[in-house]
């Protein structure tokens, strides 16, 4: 029997260079297969603001349990594929009086999670990258919280009550319920992301990535697909490969449609909002004020970065939310329409008179929590795109991929950690992993990935928060490195 290095090598092509086609990309490389990458951006990993890692979908009340578990666990192995893409900063969960929910409620959820990060702890102490399970989280009471406020934060934030001193010496603790939850939940970096994507596929011959390059046509044949794509310069090309993964994102019902492979799905625009908050001098954890999604009072959710950058979302419609911006698929196409208002921000970018009043909406909606915070300004671009959900359910965060016939799989990750798991099932189901080298380890399996110190990484994703025009704070390690 042939080795496998004397065999003809399986080639998969990858439509969509996001964060699930990108890593499905690499993972398959990394195995040693033959890999086609296609994007029709210039560039990889450039799509939906990431802000948080989403271990345990603490954001996330109305998801159920089970996908809080599943969340955990994809988010664990993702991190342990890309070391470098974190920020290690806790996060506060707090309940205005605003909100209809109590505090108390989200605290059987953080029990259970906490159990289960140490139970995966145990199994492979490599699990361990968000902390320590011990001090997963801790609950806050008004008093604990004024009393921290008396408190001068440390140069280098340890425990979560040096991290917890900004929040309590600067939010209108009046305005709240309690207890506050505090999470050792991370923030997570889509430049470092796209970073360490790119050096290492770099590093993967066996691996061609076409950039500005679009799908026109696809034709299954007897062995596989040939693929028609046009380049930048307006070159055809056809390309064969005995496998076809579509990973187009909010876009993947274009290539379901043209693969005649129907499919229900949603497809939802968001955005979030880069600002400067000139006079902080300290370190924040990422802080979540829960409020019904859609209302003028829907969530606020306030994300640190370097050099007093912070990230903002709202979830009401004039911030993160746009009206008509979830839309579903219907019997003529897998492809769901937005409208062509959104589109065209897709497409185009954004107006400047809309990106300020966008930007300073999602600062007020801030400061009812922070007072001090009406003094921020904006600070670029905002961060947005579209976020695609398989089926009808809009709260679905947990899914990875799906099959249809031998040799076509969609990658329908909602959320960015599911990437890597989506790859494994679809690389056990085509048989393409190695049994004679590989074991299923994330560090055995991916050793060029392994090979990337983290000041490669910084340094390529400031080349990219540059390129891309957005502050390279974005780019920066906030917390410990």
């Given amino acids: 029997m042939l080795s496998r290095e004397k065999q003809k090598q399986p080639v998969i092509a990858v439509v969509g260079g996001g964060v699930a086609g990108a890593t499905a990309a690499l993972h398959f490389a990394e195995l040693g297969n033959e890999v086609l990458l296609i994007e029709k951006g210039d560039g990889l990993v450039s799509g939906p603001p990431i802000c948080h890692l989403h271990a345990g979908g603490n954001l996330y009340r109305e998801i159920d349990l089970q996908q809080c578990l599943e969340l955990l666990e994809q988010s664990i192995n993702t991190v342990r594929l890309y070391p470098f893409t974190l920020n290690k900063r806790p996060t506060v969960i707090a309940t205005p009086h605003s909100d209809g929910g109590e505090p108390l409620d989200i605290v059987p959820r953080l029990e259970t999670i906490k159990k289960a990060y140490q139970c995966l702890v145990d199994q492979d102490p490599r699990n361990r990258v968000i902390g320590d399970p011990e001090t997963y989280y801790k609950l806050y009471s008004y008093e604990e919280l004024v009393a921290l406020s008396h408190s001068e934060q440390p140069s280098n934030p340890a425990g979560l009550d040096d991290w917890v001193i900004p929040f309590a010496q600067n939010v209108d603790l009046e305005t709240l319920k309690y207890p506050v939850a505090v999470v050792q939940e991370y923030g997570w970096s889509v430049f470092r992301l796209a970073a360490s994507v790119s050096l290492a596929l770099e590093h993967l011959p066996n691996c061609k990535v076409r950039t500005s390059t679009t799908l026109g046509k696809v034709e299954e044949t007897e062995?596989?697909?040939?693929?028609?794509?046009?380049?930048?310069?307006?070159?055809?090309?056809?390309?064969?490969?005995?496998?076809?993964?579509?990973?187009?994102?909010?876009?993947?019902?274009?290539?379901?449609?043209?693969?005649?492979?129907?499919?229900?799905?949603?497809?939802?625009?968001?955005?979030?909002?880069?600002?400067?908050?000139?006079?902080?001098?300290?370190?924040?954890?990422?802080?979540?004020?829960?409020?019904?999604?859609?209302?003028?009072?829907?969530?606020?959710?306030?994300?640190?970065?370097?050099?007093?950058?912070?990230?903002?979302?709202?979830?009401?419609?004039?911030?993160?939310?746009?009206?008509?911006?979830?839309?579903?698929?219907?019997?003529?196409?897998?492809?769901?329409?937005?409208?062509?208002?959104?589109?065209?921000?897709?497409?185009?970018?954004?107006?400047?008179?809309?990106?300020?009043?966008?930007?300073?909406?999602?600062?007020?909606?801030?400061?009812?929590?922070?007072?001090?915070?009406?003094?921020?300004?904006?600070?670029?671009?905002?961060?947005?795109?579209?976020?695609?959900?398989?089926?009808?359910?809009?709260?679905?965060?947990?899914?990875?991929?799906?099959?249809?016939?031998?040799?076509?799989?969609?990658?329908?990750?909602?959320?960015?950690?599911?990437?890597?798991?989506?790859?494994?099932?679809?690389?056990?189901?085509?048989?393409?992993?190695?049994?004679?080298?590989?074991?299923?380890?994330?560090?055995?399996?991916?050793?060029?990935?392994?090979?990337?110190?983290?000041?490669?990484?910084?340094?390529?994703?400031?080349?990219?928060?540059?390129?891309?025009?957005?502050?390279?704070?974005?780019?920066?390690?906030?917390?410990?490195?």
């Avoid at 076809?244 to 949603?266: I, M, S, Y």
């Avoid at 670029?380 to 899914?399: H, S, V, W």
């Avoid at 990658?411 to 679809?426: Q, T, W």
Wanted: proline share 6%; hydrophobic share 35%.
């Fill in 223 to 481: 062995s596989g697909w040939k693929l028609f794509t046009t380049d930048r310069n307006g070159e055809n090309e056809i390309e064969h490969a005995d496998y076809l993964v579509n990973a187009c994102g909010f876009e993947t019902g274009t290539v379901d449609d043209l693969a005649q492979r129907p499919r229900k799905r949603l497809v939802e625009f968001k955005a979030a909002y880069v600002t400067q908050w000139e006079s902080c001098q300290q370190q924040w954890p990422e802080v979540i004020f829960h409020g019904p999604r859609g209302t003028p009072t829907g969530m606020a959710q306030l994300t640190p970065y370097a050099g007093n950058i912070f990230q903002l979302h709202g979830m009401t419609e004039d911030i993160t939310l746009f009206k008509d911006g979830l839309v579903a698929s219907n019997n003529e196409t897998s492809q769901p329409q937005l409208p062509l208002r959104l589109k065209d921000k897709i497409q185009s970018g954004w107006q400047p008179q809309t990106m300020e009043f966008r930007s300073q909406k999602a600062i007020d909606h801030v400061s009812q929590f922070i007072p001090p915070y009406k003094n921020a300004v904006r600070c670029g671009k905002p961060l947005f795109g579209a976020q695609q959900i398989p089926g009808d359910d809009e709260t679905l965060r947990a899914a990875d991929v799906s099959f249809e016939g031998d040799r076509y799989a969609r990658l329908e990750i909602v959320k960015g950690s599911s990437a890597l798991p989506a790859a494994y099932k679809i690389s056990e189901r085509w048989k393409l992993i190695n049994r004679e080298t590989s074991i299923g380890e994330i560090e055995q399996d991916h050793p060029i990935s392994m090979s990337l110190s983290h000041e490669q990484v910084e340094q390529k994703a400031i080349e990219l928060a540059k390129q891309r025009q957005y502050p390279i704070e974005l780019a920066m390690t906030v917390g410990e490195a």
